[in-house]
Each structure stands twice: as structure tokens, then as C-alpha cells.
């Protein structure tokens, strides 16, 4: 592929999120608030709003927030599960926010419809090429494909192989390429395989705008690419999306919350979306006392495989600009 063609993907990419430089900021529970966000969006990448750990009106005052410190475009990601769904995409079409992000599963398509009606570019996550081409006739602006590597709840495919499954097949939208992303090399790979862009979450925990607490930051420093480890799931009777996060106390205290849960839905003292629940709970919790008290031995320190890439702390502005030197060429 020419230079020529990596212009034309990363063009596509820049037009569709509006910006100088086609790197989103993927959301990330507690972290992804109005500093980093604005930061983002300020060093001509793309900012997305975390609403995970936020009240839907929490969410509203944090938009406004970031609007008083960037006048650049930014995005929302949305937890499909999240039982006040319908209040969020409320809010998302009130505030006029231009991108939304939806995670956590497959939206149903009134959802899509009711942003999409309203001028909202809706973001999907594709986890296979079947599964992209059907999101695209649900009404998808844009995909997002992201790989084993990444921190956070993760799906069972590697970057490496979700890009070659999906980038040669899927071109009615932009797609962009997360998972295991830290430097500029990797960047122009992806463009070069046809991504429009790029979603990065790990390297930017460490941004110096980023409110994550000096100790996780210090842990990302430390931290080697072996030590980011995707939690196991004990048994089919009680399905859990894997996480990834670096190992330590508050891994074993997830493993045996597990184990009681396990426990109870096979007794039948608990219905399983109940104990699903809880333990989505727990990780929500568990980042928060990590990431913003500063407990990384208790708490969930989640950090992609590419923590063993994070050297030090920067300014936003200086891991864009290393992101994209060899595209922005
Ligand atoms: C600490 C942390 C929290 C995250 N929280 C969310 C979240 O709330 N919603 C979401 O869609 N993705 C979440 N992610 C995933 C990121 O948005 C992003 O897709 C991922 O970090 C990209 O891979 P990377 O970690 O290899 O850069 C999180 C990731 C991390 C590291």
C-alpha cells in the first residue's frame, strides 16, 4: 500500500471525528473526565467521555465541563448494559454531544436509530467481521475493533488478528484499531492496513493531565507487559466478560467473590444477571479505589499489555505528537 493510501485512510478518519490528528482517547471509567477529555481534544486527538462510574446527571454537568475547557470536537461512551441507558442517550441528544461511543454490548437498534435521528455519529465496538457487517446495517457511523491486549473488559481476539479479519472487508465505514497501541511505528502500521485512526486508553493513564493517582501512575511505570493478566472465568454457570489488569490483591479478591458467586447461582440462591451485576460492581469499585484513592494493592489497577511500553509521565500534547509522527510525515 502507497503513501498515498495511507493519506486517504487517515483523512477519512480525521474527517469523521473532526480533528487534526485521528487518536481517540478510548474512555476509561474515572480517568476519562473533563482533564483528560479537553486535553485530548485540546492536542488535536479526540477526547471520549467515560460515563461508567457517572449518575446520568453527573454525565450532563461533566460534558458542559468539558465545553468550558475545549472548544474541540469530543465524544461519549455509553455502557449499553447500563440499565438507565435510554436516560443517557436522553442527555447525549439534549447536550448536542456529535459522537457517541457504545460499549459493553450490542445496542438494539432503537437506540442507534433515536441517536442517529437526532445528528449523533454512533461508534460500535465490532469483535468479528460477521458481527461488523451487521452493526454497519444496524446503522453504525464508525467501528471499533479491539484487541486481547487492551486494559480494561476485554474480548477473546488479538489486535494482530481482528485487523487482518476485519480492515480488508469492512470499507462502507471508517474503522479505527484499539488494543495494544503505544507508539508511532504501530500507528502507520494500522493506517497502512486501512484503519482511519487509532484508540489508545493504557498510554494515556499516564498523561500529566490524567487525575489517576501518583501511585497507579508509578505502577504503569513499573509495570512489564507480562504483568497486565486477564481474569479467568471459573464456570459456564455464571458467564464474565474477562478484564485485564495487573496483578495483585484486589485480582484475588475478585477470584473468590467469583467463587461465592458461583456458588450461589448454582444453588440457586441468586439469579445469575444479579451476581453478573454485582461483579460489575466490584471492578467499578475496585478501579475507583485504585486509580483515584491511590490503593494499587487492593484496588484494579487495569492497564493493557502496552503498560510495559509506558516509560514516564508526559503531556497529553507530547503522546499525541509521538502517536503520529509517521503519519503526520
Ligand atoms: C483503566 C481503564 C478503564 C477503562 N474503562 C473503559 C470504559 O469505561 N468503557 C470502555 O468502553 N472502555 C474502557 N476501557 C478501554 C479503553 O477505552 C480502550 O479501548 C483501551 O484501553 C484500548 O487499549 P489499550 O489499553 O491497549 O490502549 C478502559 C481501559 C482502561 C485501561
Keep these: 500500500m502507497t503513501k498515498r493510501a495511507v493519506a486517504d485512510s487517515w483523512q477519512r478518519g480525521r474527517a469523521f471525528l473532526g480533528v487534526e490528528h485521528a487518536v481517540m482517547g478510548g474512555a476509561m471509567s474515572w480517568l476519562s473526565e473533563r482533564h483528560l477529555v479537553a486535553a485530548i481534544s485540546n492536542a488535536g486527538g479526540f477526547g471520549v467521555l467515560a ?52 460499549a459493553g454490548g450490542i445496542p438494539n437498534r432503537e437506540t442507534v436509530e433515536a441517536l442517529r435521528a437526532a445528528g449523533v455519529k454512533v461508534l460500535l465496538f465490532a469483535p468479528s467481521l460477521a458481527l461488523a457487517k451487521r452493526l454497519i446495517q444496524r446503522g453504525a457511523d464508525a467501528l471499533i475493533i479491539e484487541g486481547h491486549e487492551a486494559g480494561g473488559h476485554v474480548g477473546p481476539v488479538s489486535t494482530m488478528v481482528l485487523v487482518q479479519e476485519i480492515l480488508p472487508h469492512v470499507t462502507e465505514v471508517p474503522v479505527f484499531v484499539a488494543g495494544g497501541i503505544a507508539d508511532g511505528a504501530v ?106 484513592d491511590g490503593d494499587v494493592e487492593y484496588g484494579s489497577v487495569m492497564a493493557g499489555q502496552s503498560v510495559g511500553l509506558v516509560r514516564s509521565i508526559q503531556p497529553t500534547a507530547r503522546i499525541i505528537g509521538e502517536l503520529v509522527e509517521r503519519v503526520a510525515e
Design 187 to 292: 500507528t502507520q502500521a494500522m493506517v497502512l492496513l486501512g484503519a482511519a485512526g487509532v484508540q489508545v486508553g493504557t498510554r494515556f493513564v499516564c498523561a500529566s493531565e490524567c487525575i489517576a493517582h501518583e501511585n497507579f501512575k508509578q505502577r504503569f511505570i513499573q509495570a512489564q507487559a507480562r504483568d497486565a493478566v486477564v481474569t479467568v472465568q471459573f464456570d459456564p454457570a455464571l458467564p464474565v466478560i474477562p478484564v485485564r489488569a495487573l496483578a495483585n490483591k484486589g485480582t484475588e479478591q475478585f477470584n473468590r467473590l467469583q467463587m461465592e458467586l458461583v456458588r450461589e447461582v448454582r444453588e440457586g440462591r441468586k439469579a445469575r444477571a444479579d451476581a453478573q451485576l454485582e461483579l460489575e460492581h466490584f471492578w467499578a469499585g475496585a478501579l475507583r479505589r485504585a486509580a483515584i
Design 51 to 102: 460515563t461508567g462510574s457517572m449518575p446520568v446527571e453527573l454525565a450532563r454537568a461533566e460534558v458542559r465541563a468539558v465545553r468550558t475547557m475545549t472548544d474541540k470536537p469530543f465524544g461519549i461512551n455509553l455502557i449499553v448494559m447500563h440499565p438507565a441507558l435510554s436516560d443517557y442517550v436522553t442527555m447525549v441528544i439534549e447536550e448536542r454531544v456529535t459522537h457517541c461511543v457504545l
